[in-house]
């Protein structure tokens, strides 16, 4: 099983309290080092360590706004994905039930409930979905509309014609839901979370370096550090992992186009 950090609680924080929270970790790091600096040791070393250069500061904020960009591009193209993987997975089964219609009434309403049962299969897994689906009650679901199609439409040229159009309809609803499923395990990974987060330690402790003597100064420009910092992380979080927490999308497309009550 894949470890999933931070913990899939912190997304349900409505978007004020996630905020609080990720300035109230930066702020205590930020605190920290401003503590750390008064350490004997350290304290004895300030005078060469004051003349650190702020272009070092400049570099270091650099590389930590660039690998956020890059880390905040990705999570963004996560999330468009994912609205595009459910919308497409609603769009099939919608054609599906367009050519449903041509069945006869007892064919149709036995695909409607098999149809029903997989948009049902699919809301019972929505915060738990993983590529490994096989056995799944939804996989299950899914193979027994194919089962249907091709056991029930076997005969006659119109029938076949309705079962090819189906099966066509049916592999796009399949390749959906595996690009969904796909799409729930691709989160921020814990050595992402490390590289952003040690860089933006690296900045805040050379940016107090660099403001050893003007302990005012100091105190403004790491507070402004901290803020940019939690910005950036409440950002990221805000958008990482689709399927769950406070603003995440929802199964109701796929409920509403299967005929389950979302």
Same mark, same amino acid.
């Given at each position: 099983?894949?470890?999933?950090?931070?913990?899939?609680?912190?997304?349900?924080?409505?978007?004020?309290?996630?905020?609080?929270?990720?300035?109230?970790?930066?702020?205590?790091?930020?605190?920290?080092?401003?503590?750390?600096?008064?350490?004997?040791?350290?304290?004895?070393?300030?005078?060469?360590?004051?003349?650190v250069t702020p272009a070092v500061s400049t570099i270091a904020g650099a590389?930590?706004?660039l690998s956020m960009s890059f880390l905040a591009n990705t999570v963004w193209?996560?999330?468009?994905?994912?609205?595009?993987?459910?919308?497409?997975?609603?769009?099939?089964?919608?054609?599906?039930?367009?050519?449903?219609?041509?069945?006869?009434?007892?064919?149709?309403?036995?695909?409607?409930?098999?149809?029903?049962?997989?948009?049902?299969?699919?809301?019972?897994?929505?915060?738990?979905?993983?590529?490994?689906?096989?056995?799944?009650?939804?996989? +299950? &679901?899914?193979?027994?509309?194919?089962?249907?199609? +091709?056991?029930?439409?076997?005969?006659?040229?119109?029938?076949?014609?309705?079962?090819?159009?189906?099966?066509?309809?049916?592999?796009?609803?399949? &390749?959906?839901?595996?690009?969904?499923?796909?799409?729930?395990?691709?989160?921020?990974?814990?050595?992402?979370?490390?590289? @952003? @987060?040690?860089?933006?330690? @690296?900045?805040?402790?050379?940016?107090?370096?660099?403001?050893?003597?003007?302990?005012?100064?100091?105190?403004?420009?790491?507070?402004?550090?901290?803020?940019?910092?939690?910005?950036?992380?409440? @950002? +990221?979080?805000?958008?990482?992992?689709?399927?769950?927490?406070?603003?995440? +999308?929802?199964?109701?497309?796929?409920?509403? &186009?299967?005929?389950?009550?979302?």
């Amino acid at each position: 099983m894949i470890t999933r950090l931070p913990p899939d609680l912190v997304y349900d924080l409505s978007p004020p309290l996630l905020f609080l929270l990720v300035l109230a970790c930066v702020s205590t790091v930020a605190l920290l080092i401003q503590l750390a600096i008064r350490i004997p040791a350290i304290a004895r070393a300030a005078p060469q360590l004051m003349h650190v250069t702020p272009a070092v500061s400049t570099i270091a904020g650099a590389i930590f706004g660039l690998s956020m960009s890059f880390l905040a591009n990705t999570v963004w193209n996560t999330e468009d994905g994912a609205h595009n993987a459910v919308n497409s997975e609603a769009r099939a089964i919608r054609v599906m039930e367009l050519y449903m219609d041509s069945l006869t009434a007892p064919a149709y309403e036995g695909m409607s409930k098999l149809v029903a049962s997989y948009g049902e299969a699919v809301a019972a897994e929505w915060t738990s979905m993983s590529e490994d689906d096989y056995g799944t009650p939804a996989e +299950i &679901a899914l193979r027994t509309i194919y089962g249907a199609v +091709i056991r029930g439409l076997a005969e006659g040229d119109q029938n076949r014609l309705l079962q090819q159009r189906l099966l066509t309809s049916l592999d796009d609803l399949s &390749a959906a839901r595996q690009e969904r499923l796909s799409i729930a395990e691709n989160f921020v990974s814990i050595s992402q979370w490390t590289l @952003v @987060v040690g860089l933006g330690i @690296v900045l805040l402790f050379v940016v107090t370096l660099n403001h050893l003597a003007t302990p005012l100064a100091r105190r403004v420009a790491v507070a402004a550090v901290t803020m940019s910092i939690s910005i950036m992380l409440y @950002v +990221i979080l805000l958008h990482d992992r689709p399927f769950i927490g406070y603003d995440a +999308i929802s199964p109701d497309p796929i409920l509403k &186009a299967t005929g389950a009550a979302p």
